[in-house]
């Protein structure tokens, strides 16, 4: 299938911390076959690699890396997962089964992979979905970065009982998301207010690394019909019966490729790491400090280099 492509003309250019704009950045779209469009960016020339953002993000938290990764000789692309940024908002199919095989059919169309496994990059809400699709297709995944993530279902739970004031501000919005329809009753028409939230001192260490006008894309992109409602089904699906059953079965499918786990000192630090240490012994960590949850923004110097130095540790003859 040739994949649509648009100028949309709505989006903000590409821009690094030092004002340069990525040369060629193209807006797609595709249909996969469940005849959902997703949306994308990409950027360079060379070897793939796919870019999986964070919830309530799009694409363009990855707006101060990719410009590190198509000068370190990449084809970058940055994918929005359906019910974010420009893809389609269906109604369903937000288990992350499902959004795995959203991700395998736009490799598959794009053959993004060529037979042998392409570099796969997460953050959030991103890296669920990144490590259900590893499970599932592990010859789709060359190398995997997963970012600050708690995976449903995989992660270790937290602890009984009342958390403390810092872990409850941190995760409190696990259990509102999955509640039915309040959550949307109160974000609705509040958008800016709930998005200040996540954007705020309670996730990032360094708030000013949301720019005025990212967090205006990010509002524009979350104000969407339906965006809302699509975001929280994620987590109402991840923790419901279906999804605890889809993460059983994935907790013991073993994951061959070289994995990179990155946190934020201010947020789920190593968490990642003893996620998926029992489950693959060929994964590296780093935690970056001063940091909170956001590091693709706080701290992309650090986690471009990080990326960059795994995929040099970790070269399989074809970079």
């Known amino acids: 299938m040739t994949p649509a492509h648009s100028p949309w003309q709505s989006a903000p250019p590409l821009n690094s911390r030092s004002g340069s704009v ?3 950045l193209e807006h797609g779209l595709i249909t996969v076959d469940t005849g959902v469009r997703l949306h994308y960016v990409v950027a360079g020339d060379g070897e793939a690699v796919v870019l999986l953002p964070g919830w309530p993000q799009s694409w363009y938290t990855w707006r101060f890396i990719i410009p590190k990764l198509v000068t370190a000789g990449r084809r970058v692309y940055a994918l929005d997962p359906r019910g974010f940024g420009d893809s389609d908002i269906p109604p369903g199919g937000y288990d992350l089964n499902t959004c795995a ?7 598959h169309e794009l053959d993004l992979d060529q037979g042998r496994g392409v570099d796969i990059v997460s953050h959030d809400i991103g890296s669920w979905i990144a490590h259900a699709h590893a499970a ?6 060359n190398r995997l970065v997963l970012s600050d993530a708690y995976i449903p ?7 009984r009982g009342y958390p403390d004031a810092a872990l ?28 200040s939230w996540f954007f705020g001192p309670d996730k990032l ?18 104000s969407r019909p339906g965006a809302v409602t699509a975001g929280l089904n994620y987590y109402r699906s991840a923790f419901s019966e279906q999804g605890k059953a889809q993460a059983a079965v994935r907790q013991a499918q073993p994951l ?20 998926i240490r029992p489950i693959n012994p060929n994964v590296t960590n780093e935690v970056f400090g001063g940091a909170g949850h956001h590091i693709t923004e706080e701290c992309p110097e650090d986690m471009a280099r990080a990326i960059l130095e795994f995929w040099v540790a970790e070269a399989t003859g074809h970079d």
């Open 256 to 275: 061959p490729m070289p994995i990179l786990t990155l946190g934020g000192e201010y947020a789920d630090a190593g968490n990642l790491y003893d996620t």
């Open 101 to 107: 095989r959203d991700l395998h059919r736009f490799l």
């Open 153 to 159: 279902g995989i992660s270790p739970p937290p602890p």
């Open 168 to 195: 409850n501000s941190r995760q409190w919005h696990f259990y509102f998301h999955r509640v039915h329809g309040l959550p949307e009753a109160l974000i609705q028409g509040r958008e800016r207010i709930y998005l």
């Open 205 to 222: 260490a360094k708030p000013w690394s949301i720019e005025p006008e990212a967090f205006e894309e990010y509002l524009r992109v979350f």
């Open 22 to 24: 990525a040369e060629g």
């Open 136 to 141: 599932a297709y592990p010859t789709d995944v």
